[in-house]
């Protein structure tokens, strides 16, 4: 696929997915999808449930297959890797916040945050030097010892953005990270997520239900029905 815009770091053009339902029902979940998001934007998805933000956030970042279109990711086109390639690009070039967390309870904060690196291939030196970083970015430095069982709801999203953060990713994908907490912490999660954009020009996609969130993105895109029905653009 040529890119149009050189500034891209997303760039899909007529994206479809298909699901099986499991009950000989096909689900067009995605029909059709245009989307460009530039580099250092952070843009919301929203929509109602069932519109289609996840499954479009899990196809564009590479984690689902798409049936039809095209995918680049700060210029590298998603279509044409292999599975184990695709994985360790999003390993290496993708961070990913979730709403629940998904951090490992037996682990302490620090090997949470330096677990992705050692997967990817870092030395536990450099990865336990980084982790250290990072969690200090997030205002963690002093809860780096802590399994997450010691931390607060908003403490352990903190930690979710810190591993995240960890490779130094291209893009980061957020899927509710202020769902399950409340309305003050989740203020201090989006504070959070804005000062990285800022200091450090970190590209966010966020799917939220959360008006007060997405209205403090740089643009909002509406989806209803696996479409994309307003992209948030000005033009």
Excluded at 208 to 217: A, D, K, N, Y
Aim: proline share 3%; net charge negative.
């Amino acid at each position: 696929m040529i890119q149009t815009d050189l500034d891209a770091m997303v760039f899909a053009r007529g994206v479809h997915k298909i699901y099986d339902s499991g009950k000989g029902v096909r689900v067009h979940a995605l029909r059709g999808v245009d989307l460009t998001v530039r580099r250092g934007e952070v843009v919301a998805i929203m929509g109602p449930s069932g519109c289609g933000k996840t499954t479009l956030l899990n196809c564009l970042s590479g984690i689902d297959d798409i049936d039809e279109g095209d995918i680049d990711i700060d210029g590298v086109s998603l279509l044409d890797m292999d599975d184990n390639t695709r994985t360790d690009y999003r390993a290496k070039q993708m961070g990913f916040v979730f709403q629940l967390y998904n951090l490992l309870p037996v682990l302490s904060t620090v090997e949470n945050v330096e677990l992705p690196m050692l997967i990817s291939g870092a030395k536990s030196s450099e990865a336990r030097q980084r982790a250290l970083e990072v969690l200090a970015m997030v205002g963690l430095a002093d809860r780096a010892t802590h399994k997450p069982a010691e931390l607060s709801g908003g403490q352990r999203q903190r930690v979710t953005i810190a591993r995240a953060l960890a490779n130094d990713p291209a893009i980061i994908w957020a899927d509710e990270p202020t769902g399950d907490l409340d309305s003050e912490t989740a203020q201090e999660i989006m504070d959070l997520i804005l000062k990285l954009n800022r200091e450090n020009r970190e590209t966010f996609i966020i799917v939220t239900h959360s008006p007060e969130i997405g209205r403090q993105c740089d643009r909002i895109v509406r989806m209803r029905d696996g479409l994309i029905v307003d992209d948030g653009s000005s033009a």
